[in-house]
């Protein structure tokens, strides 16, 4: 059973950074195709980025791109979210999510079809 574990959230003012963590405290998650979606107050849930399993392609929602970068480290079965010039509408709840390839890497993200959720992690970007 794959469970995901998001940590590195926090309260950041605009221009700052974060990193985000997506770690597997059960099975390695070198098979699955990992997500970040985030969950603003009163707005439904998006896909931020998406990588595969090898970590070769890439997706970013169009509002991230050049600001967010997503990788993965399998030694240390994680995957990261890099998070630059952050704004206040980058805030919301950011969860980690992750399946095996059943459709393609930005299908996964604008869908949202996604088999294993993490909790989530609160990111607020304030002055």
């Known amino acids: 059973q794959l469970q995901l574990v998001e940590s590195g959230g926090g309260l950041v003012q605009p221009g700052g950074s974060l990193r985000l963590s997506c770690a597997s405290s059960?099975?390695?998650?070198?098979?699955?195709?990992i997500g970040w979606f985030r969950q603003a107050p009163g707005k439904e849930r998006e896909g931020v980025s998406c990588i595969s399993q090898g970590g070769g392609i890439t997706y970013y929602t169009d509002s991230v791109k050049g600001r967010f970068a997503i990788s993965r480290d399998k030694a240390r079965n994680t995957v990261y979210l890099e998070m630059n010039s952050l704004k206040p509408e980058d805030t919301g709840v950011y969860y980690c999510?992750?399946?095996?390839?059943?459709?393609?890497?930005?299908?996964?993200?604008?869908?949202?079809?996604?088999?294993?959720w993490g909790r989530g992690t609160q990111v607020t970007v304030s002055s």
């Open positions: 999510a992750a399946d095996l390839p059943r459709t393609t890497i930005q299908a996964m993200c604008t869908t949202g079809d996604v088999r294993y």
């Open positions: 059960g099975e390695t998650m070198d098979a699955y195709r």
